[in-house]
Every structure is written in C-alpha cells, then in structure tokens.
C-alpha cells in the first residue's frame, strides 16, 4: 500500500501505522469542522442584514457540530496512544465544552451570570495562544509551509509526529506539519466565539451595573457647557460627577448605548424611541415618550430619558440640542422574560420607534413588541387607557413602569402615579412650552407639586433651564423615585408617556435632596 503524505514517521514502539493515520484523519476533520463553522458564521453574518427567520435553526446546527467535534477529541485523549495531542487536545476539547454551554445557554433563553466571566477567562487564552503564534512566526510558517530557507517540496516532507506540549521534554523540537495543522486549526478556533459581554446598564468604569439614575447638568452651572453629567447607582449615597462628558462612549449612558450599534441582528432586540427624533419631525398625535432598550436572549437594558434627538441612528454621540437644559436618564438591567411588560408600557404610550430590530425569536416572547415597532397602540374597543408593569431587575430590585395612553386624558403625575404610589409627590418637568402647566395640585388625590429650582452638589438652577422629568416622593416611608417622560401641562393630557419608579432608601435620599424650592398647597385663610 502506498502512505499518504499524512503517514508519518514516530518515535521507535509508540504507535502503530494504523494509530498514525488517525491521528492525520482527527486532524484533517478539526480543520474541516473549523472551515465549516466559519462558512456558518459567514452565513450568519448575512442572514442579520436580510433576515432572521433561520437563527434557531443555526443555533442547533452549531450545538450539533460542536457536540460532534468534542465527542471526537474526548476519544483522541481518553485512548491509551493519545498522549501525543498533549496540552493542545485539552485546550480545543475545553474551548468546544464552552461553545456548547454557550449555545445551550441561547437556546434556552436563560440568564447565566458566569457565562461572561468564562467567555472572557477563555478568550484570554485564546488572545495569549494567538501572542505565542505570532512569536512562532517570525522563524516558521504557520500555514503548512516549511521553516525558512527550506526550498524542498512539502508534498514529498514525511514529517514527524511530534505534537507541541509544554509539559514534556520534547516541547523544544521544531514544529512539524501535524504542529502547524494544530496551529492553524486553534488560529481559526481563537477567532470563533460564541460567548458576547453581557447587555446591560454600564457604570462609570463601562462595567456591568444593576441600574442607575443620572441628571444632565444645564450650561449655565457647568463647565463643559452642558456636557457634564451626576450618576447614581446602588453602590453610592450620592451623587458623583461623572469624569466623562455626556458626548463620550467611555461615559456609563455612552457606554450602555453604544450596545446598540454593531448587533448581532439575528439574536438582538433593539429600539430606540423618541417623539422629537434625529430622523423625523415630531410627531404630536402620537406619545410624548424617550426611551432605548436592546436585549439578547438572556439579559438586556431598558433607558427612560428626557432627550430630543437622541441617540443618534449609527454611533454613539450626543445631539446639540440636548444640552441647552438639564435632562434626566434612568436605566435598569433587565432579564428578557421582562420584555413583554416593557412592550406593553410601550404600547400604550404610544412610542415612536426610529431605530428597531425585531428577530422572530422575541415575537414570541414579547408578542407586545410588534405593536410597538409597526407603531399599533390600543384598539377602539379598548376601555383601559393606563397599565402598571411589574418590573425586577437582574440583582432583584423592583420598580414599576406607569404608562398612560393618549385617551386617559389626564396628568399622568396626579391623576395616576402618586395615587398609587399613595404619598405626595414633588414633580420635576419642563414648564417652558406653549401649553398651560397644570400646576400645583391639592385635594382629594395626593399632593403633587411642582419644584421651581434644583440643587445638584452645590449647583443650583432654576426650572426654566430644566426639561428633565422626574418625581420624588415626600414621604420617607415611601421612599420612591420616578422617571420619566411627560411634562405637567395640559397639553400633555392628550399625549401618551410615562415613568418608571424604584423604591430606594439611597436613591430617594439623593433626589429628595436635590428638591430646592417648591410650590407648595395655598393655605385658605
């Protein structure tokens, strides 16, 4: 029988022909498994921009192959020969174990709060096998060609084999062709990973955070000319001045929005909404309502803000517009299983989606969310026009999302959140427009009232240089904050919109205390 070019020549009684040439075949299939599972990314790839019907079916296709590829390399290091693949065959068996858990992870949709911290651990590997081939490189060729200065032909090289393993005496030898097969096989394997960072609100650092609340400064008390902006999350007790400037994508608002560009469009809910948006005129019928949220099959990020023109359609900025007055954000870190209450408190503000991203995937977890992107709202025979959503954040603290629809025709502060917040509230919202303000209200419902200036660390600015829209509850006892989008003018009755509201001893601490004056109940004489 004449040997093939992978018949290889061994160290004296280690194995037999036989044993060599399977050694060749496991790695002729590693290196057609890699090609393959690159021509399905390529396909993946495609299938984001122009549809994303097939996703789970690819998911499974990989989930078998990768089931496929470990099962073989598990055989290759458990027989008694096998030792030749050393260090390598261990590394690519646990690389293809995280591929599967990750796959296993999308499929069933759930949370795993290690599978960062393991795609990152071995993603570093990879970066650091990549380094170590980079250094090989200089003196051999990595693609099966020969060291330098060798001008024989390759076909007719009977190489040893001879495997790369740090942990035995022979880790000094030249690498031989099955080495470079090995070297290209993990080259391709460093570049294919399944295991993203995990979507969600970021902090001032750009790591993950539960939520947060932060308040845009105006220019007039600001020295980056209303750029600068305070943060708020579950590990402080007050306000911190963000050391990014609100235009930057190293701030935690740029930071947690910048997820949205750049998606995976097969695996990734996105919208971006805004009733004063970068690509249209506002549009006065519909909600009065800012927002942006991207989730994957796991985990997500929903923001409430008070921004026109924002964010922007393809990278990360900060509009002009934005920074001639205060403006309020509050972000939560959700799990995907909230996606339908978030849809639904969309749907009756009657949100304005410029941007949006909708897989097949999540029609079925959240059926609210195609309403919502094809602009569908409530029907004529619908007789409830507010919705109260339950919402829990990934580390467990709950808030509740308001949301009123145009024909509740009502203050969405007095007629419908303090009620059921049962305390008094004061209310921070933009006063400067053409409709009439609504005012301070006292009587039967709870008190809300409207606060006239703000002080923010020592800065203080009045409501006319304000169009943030948030409330604070009066009542230590019921420690809430609330978000949102609707001013407190009667023009407002007639616009959809709402608030999301987290009860915090800290939180409520650091809002209740920016309240500077307020307009209080008249007293009858």
């Not at 646990?94 to 651990?121: C, R």
């Not at 022979?170 to 290209?184: D, G, R, V």
């Not at 203050?411 to 919202?429: Q, R």
Request: some cysteine; overall charge positive; aromatic content about 12%.
């Amino acid at each position: 029988m004449r040997p093939s070019m992978y018949v290889v020549k061994d160290r004296p009684g280690r194995s037999s022909y036989a044993a060599r040439r399977w050694y060749a075949s496991v790695c002729c299939f590693l290196l057609v498994y890699l090609i393959i599972i690159s021509v399905i990314l390529i396909i993946f790839a495609l299938f984001s921009f122009f549809g994303d019907g097939i996703s789970k079916g690819i998911a499974v296709f990989k989930l078998l192959l990768s089931i496929l590829f470990a099962a073989v390399v598990a055989f290759a290091v458990v027989r008694k020969n096998a030792r030749a693949m050393g260090i390598v065959m261990i590394l690519m068996l646990v690389v293809a174990m995280v591929d599967i858990v990750n796959v296993f992870v999308s499929l069933l949709g759930k949370s795993n709060a290690g599978q960062a911290f393991f795609a990152i651990l071995f993603s570093l590997v990879r970066i650091a096998y990549i380094i170590h081939l980079f250094f090989v490189a200089n003196k051999y060729s990595l693609f099966f060609g020969l060291p330098k200065g060798t001008i024989a032909n390759p076909t007719k090289v009977v190489p040893r084999l001879q495997f790369y393993n740090p942990l035995t005496k022979h880790s000094k030898l030249a690498p031989t062709l099955e080495q470079k097969m090995w070297k290209f096989c993990l080259t391709i394997a460093a570049f294919i990973s399944y295991g993203n960072a995990r979507l969600g609100c970021k902090n001032m650092n750009g790591e993950d955070v539960d939520w947060f609340a932060a308040i845009k400064l105006p220019p007039g008390v600001d020295e980056r000319k209303g750029k600068s902006f305070v943060y708020f999350d579950s590990t402080q007790d007050g306000w911190e001045m963000s050391p990014e400037a609100i235009d930057s994508n190293k701030s935690a608002i740029g930071a947690t929005i910048n997820q949205i560009y750049g998606i995976d469009k097969m695996r990734t809910f996105t919208i971006a909404y805004n009733d004063d948006s970068p690509v249209k005129a506002v549009d006065s019928n519909r909600g009065h309502s800012k927002g942006v949220a991207a989730f994957d099959n796991d985990v997500g990020f929903w923001m409430v803000h008070s921004i026109p023109n924002f964010p922007p359609l393809k990278k990360y900025d900060y509009p002009k517009s934005g920074t001639r007055f205060a403006q309020s954000l509050l972000c939560l870190s959700l799990s995907t299983n909230a996606l339908e209450d978030v849809g639904q408190y969309m749907r009756f503000a009657q949100v304005t989606p410029f941007l949006s991203n909708l897989p097949d995937s999540f029609k079925v977890v959240a059926p609210s969310l195609v309403d919502v992107v094809n602009k569908k709202s409530l029907s004529n025979s619908d007789t409830i026009f507010t919705t109260i959503r339950g919402l829990e954040t990934l580390d467990g603290k709950r808030a509740r999302g308001f949301s009123k629809h145009k024909k509740f025709g009502a203050d969405l502060w007095y007629d419908f959140i303090a009620p059921n917040l049962k305390t008094p509230m004061a209310v921070e919202t933009w006063r400067s427009g053409s409709g009439k303000d609504v005012g301070t209200k006292c009587g039967k419902k709870e008190n809300v009232y409207d606060v006239n200036t703000v002080n923010i660390l020592g800065k203080t600015f009045l409501n006319t240089n304000d169009h943030s829209k948030w409330g604070v509850s009066m009542n230590r006892d019921v420690p809430a904050v609330c978000i949102g989008d609707v001013n407190r003018q009667r023009s407002q009755y007639k616009r959809g919109g709402g608030a999301v509201c987290i009860e915090d001893v800290k939180l409520w601490e650091t809002f209740h205390g920016s309240v500077g004056d307020y307009n209080g109940c008249r007293v009858r004489p």
